[in-house]
T-cell receptor, first 111, second 111 residues
Framework: DVKVTQSSRYLVKRTGEKVFLECVQD?????MFWYRQDPGLGLRLIYF???????EKGDIPEGYSVSREKKERFSLILESASTNQTSMYLC??????????FGPGTRLTVL | GQQVMQIPQYQHVQEGEDFTTYCNSS?????IQWYKQRPGGHPVFLIQ?????EVKKQKRLTFQFGEAKKNSSLHITATQTTDVGTYFC???????????FGTGTRLQVTL
């Protein structure tokens, strides 16, 4: 079974803190993605990566950066967390144009 | 960016009633995928449609891809409480392995 794991299910941070969200997949997928999900707004793509050290901006990259040093790991970084970044963050991976596998999500609250 | 519209946003049905959600695009889709997200869960892949006019069934779920490949639908016959959740369509965007998700339809089923 494909497994996509995320480092935390729940996270509470303060405004201005640097936040790292980690995602690991165990199926050798070349593509990895970070989304945020907010009520009424669906799934919005923040960044994605199609190979190690490669990244592309999604629809809402402002305030975020990413890192992919190893194929299995894709990190989302909030350089200076703000309250409007309170959200559910979902990581996903896939190979080619096949089905996409999601992690369980991290619910981040920024106070 | 490309828009994939889904309607309705929300539907509440009595158990045993049918349910349909529609996905519409302004451009021709290369293929379309459907995902289900249970409350508190993460999106899980249901199916992929590729061919014009394609119809696929999974038990009580029927998926259709329009002849012009600009729309798709998911129909559930005789809903059950286990069908509760949000249903998303998603299409591959451009040449990258990036999915564009529809806005989702939230289904509530009551006894």
């Amino acid at each position: 079974d494909v497994k996509v794991t995320q480092s935390s299910r729940y996270l509470v941070k303060r405004t201005g803190e640097k936040v790292f969200l980690e995602c690991v997949q165990d199926m050798d997928h070349e593509n990895m993605f970070w989304y945020r999900q907010d009520p009424g707004l669906g799934l919005r793509l923040i960044y994605f990566s199609y190979d190690v050290k490669m990244k592309e901006k999604g629809d809402i990259p402002e305030g975020y950066s990413v890192s992919r040093e190893k194929k299995e790991r894709f990190s989302l970084i909030l350089e200076s967390a703000s309250t409007n970044q309170t959200s559910m963050y979902l990581c996903a991976s896939r190979t080619g144009r096949r089905e996409q596998f999601f992690g369980p999500g991290t619910r981040l609250t920024v106070l | 960016g490309q828009q994939v519209m889904q309607i309705p946003q929300y539907q509440h049905v009595q158990e045993g009633e049918d349910f349909t959600t529609y996905c519409n695009s302004s451009t021709t889709l290369s293929n379309i995928q459907w995902y289900k997200q249970r409350p508190g869960g993460h999106p899980v892949f249901l199916i992929q449609l590729v061919k014009s006019g394609e119809v696929k069934k999974q038990k009580r779920l029927t998926f259709q891809f329009g002849e012009a490949k600009k729309n798709s639908s998911l129909h559930i016959t005789a809903t059950q409480t286990t069908d509760v959740g949000t249903y998303f369509c998603a299409e591959n965007t451009g040449t990258a392995s990036k999915l564009t998700f529809g806005t989702g339809t939230r289904l509530q089923v009551t006894l």
